[in-house]
């Protein structure tokens, strides 16, 4: 490790988690909590970045309490927001198939399936929460899949032995975004929220050291303007895109959690992000983005490739005898439904042998002609079909006739802003929900468990925690001076960029740099990779903000501005990214050291030294940052060899 590429800082605790049984905590918790009475919400404003799961149902949940919220999304309607992508379902322990599911047993697997890199309080409150989530959406109207005789239907998903996911077809997060946005459009016609669509947040209004407004960009007029509450909530999403390929919608960022960072808000484990094992190969330079092929596909399509290296038969001139379905073969236990960290890996590796399909045999088949003898070809279509429709108007092939072809791709990221209990930041007044923060996954996320969290941050647990922080006010007016700081970085920002005038364009840079974090910071990291990344990347920065070349002007619309902008942000992530990947020497979930492995190639953790939340703190445009450590306890779920054999 560089003794310049970081500094160690002071450690860091969660002061908001309650002691006492787990199971008791979130209840402690919010009767802890202080109160805001029903006639002083409409006096306090809450800004909310975001329209998503998270955001979408805090905006609602939070005006139906009486806050005045002021929202803002980048699409043009919040029904755009990613969310609406997700496609196999959301999990909830209500054990509707008497299979041995319980709260504690989605705990468990929760906290194993991130590999004992999460914190046991969080976990526990998302497993109890989650019974109450679907209760909420099957009362808005969200047409989950039912069986028979009326009861919601569930399906399997990797990292656990027990069918605890509900679901809506292959569409399961449009549904789900349909229930929060109608919900909250109800308060938007009620009057408790305002709305802003097609704005960016480009930077936070910060009065002695709290956060108290955001500045924003129209992204028709390009004009900038300011807004000022009471507390601000950034429900903004992920940074997968530092990869440019990557399963998120094109214009997904981390811009607000960025722009937050360098005022103070710690970025945790930047290094955790999720490879997801089913998704459509890369098919050529042209992309600008891959797509995801749901999990849920895993329950009854099976997993193989070729035996022999370079055998390039069609699928179906492979007779069984030489097919290696070798998550089943090397997995016994769980199978095809292994958590997506390893399946990913073992896609590597087995095309790394010389065995995958496809062009540039970066590929494997995931069949299902097993299924459709078993259960039958309409059986399967009414589980399935939309998403073989996607397949095959994406390649031209049809799945019901010959197997999909999928290979790993990055898709989720654990990391994110550093966040008490409360969902509260390291700035006083900044929340951050769903997966802009890091909370509750560890290392990896099991799959359907990204809409679980954000349903649970927006409809529960921030209603229950920002009233606390309100409630110890009053915060008092915001100054002109601090609007006007505020505006004046970011019209400086825009200038800079418009100024340069180079040779290259903002989708060139993000190409090279998603090559370089998907070559060297992707499904296998190496000290010497990882070492070369952090050579490469602040030289890709340099020749950026001489090169980059951004047409048109500030005062309209301007996407080439909007991604430059974004791309910046990106330069600066991935430098942290890297930091924290080599500084963590074992191997956990997303992140997988090739030097610390086991004897048969599985990720070998350390917990010894690396049990805890790697928290960082921005260190300025020429200084390294400061990694401050929370330490990780575990009282109820102890570390173990993960195991899925």
């Not at 006492?20 to 306090?44: C, H, M, Q, S, Y």
Request: with cysteine; glycine share 10%.
């Amino acid at each position: 490790m560089s003794e310049n590429s970081y500094r160690s800082g002071e450690p860091i605790a969660d002061g908001k988690a309650p002691a006492g049984p787990i199971a008791d905590r979130w209840t402690t918790r919010k009767f802890e909590a202080k109160l805001v009475n029903p006639a002083n919400k409409r006096k306090k404003k809450i800004i909310i970045i975001g329209t998503g799961l998270a955001g979408g149902s805090a905006g609602a949940t939070l005006g139906e309490q009486g806050y005045h919220v002021i929202q803002f999304c980048f699409q043009d309607s919040p029904r755009r927001a990613h969310s609406i992508a997700a496609q196999g379902g959301i999990n909830a322990a209500k054990n509707y198939r008497n299979d041995g599911d319980s709260v504690h047993r989605l705990f468990y697997d929760t906290v194993k399936g991130g590999d004992y890199r999460s914190r046991e309080s969080n976990v526990h409150r998302l497993a109890e929460i989650s019974t109450q989530i679907i209760d909420q959406c099957v009362a808005q109207g969200v047409p989950f899949a039912r069986e028979y005789g009326g009861l919601l239907d569930n399906r399997s998903f990797g990292g656990t032995q027990v069918s605890r996911t509900f679901y809506a077809r292959g569409q399961t997060g449009q549904q789900l975004l349909l229930g929060a946005y109608q919900a909250l459009m109800r308060q938007v016609d009620a009057g408790t929220v305002e709305l802003h669509a097609r704005h960016e947040m480009l930077d936070l209004i910060m009065v002695d050291g709290v956060a108290r407004g955001v500045v924003v960009r129209d992204l028709v007029t390009g004009e900038i303007r300011s807004y000022t509450a009471d507390a601000v909530v950034l429900a903004s999403g992920g940074y997968g895109n530092v990869y440019f390929l990557s399963t998120n919608a094109m214009g997904s960022n981390v811009t607000a959690s960025w722009r937050a960072h360098k005022h103070g808000a710690y970025f945790a484990n930047p290094c955790f992000t999720q490879i997801h094992p089913t998704c459509i190969p890369v098919s050529g330079e042209h992309q600008s983005k891959l797509t995801l092929m749901s999990e849920s596909l895993r329950n009854d399509g099976r997993v193989w490739v070729p035996k022999q290296v370079g055998d390039h038969r069609a699928p179906g001139d492979i007779p069984e005898n030489e097919r290696d379905y070798y998550l089943e073969r090397i997995y016994p236990a769980f199978g095809n439904l292994v958590p997506r960290d390893i399946a990913s890996r073992a896609a590597k590796n087995v095309c790394d042998e010389g065995r995958g399909v496809g062009p540039g045999g970066l590929g494997v088949y995931l069949d299902f002609a097993d299924a459709i003898a078993r259960l039958g070809l309409d059986t399967v279509e009414a589980k399935y079909g939309n998403l073989f429709q996607m397949y095959e108007r994406i390649t031209g092939e049809n799945p019901y006739e010959m197997p999909m072809r999928i290979y790993p791709a990055v898709h989720y990221t654990m990391g994110g802003l550093w966040v008490d209990y409360d969902l509260q930041s390291t700035i006083p007044g900044l929340f951050v929900i769903g997966e802009a923060n890091f909370s509750d996954h560890g290392a990896n996320r099991l799959g359907a468990s990204a809409l679980m969290q954000g349903l649970a941050d927006g409809y529960f647990v921030l209603p229950a925690t920002i009233g606390d922080y309100l409630a110890r006010g009053p915060v008092g007016e915001v100054p002109d001076t601090a609007v006007k700081e505020a505006e004046a970085r970011v019209v400086s920002m825009i200038d800079r960029l418009l100024s340069i005038k180079g040779d290259r364009t903002v989708d060139s840079f993000h190409r090279e740099l998603g090559h370089i974090m998907w070559e060297y910071c992707g499904m296998e990291r190496t000290e010497e990779g990882l070492r070369k990344a952090l050579a490469l990347i602040p030289a890709l920065r340099a020749e950026f903000w001489e090169r980059v070349t951004v047409p048109g002007s500030g005062d309209d619309l301007n996407q080439s501005l909007e991604r430059a902008g974004r791309v910046a942000d990106f330069l600066e992530l991935a430098e942290l990214m890297v930091i924290d990947a080599l500084h963590r020497t074992e191997s956990a979930g997303g992140h997988f050291r090739a030097e610390s492995r086991t004897e048969d190639g599985e990720a070998a953790r350390d917990d010894a030294n690396f049990s805890y939340v790697a928290a960082w703190e921005w260190g300025g445009a020429d200084a390294a940052p400061a990694l401050h450590k929370e330490a990780l306890d575990f009282e109820y779920v102890h570390p173990t060899t993960r195991s899925y054999k």
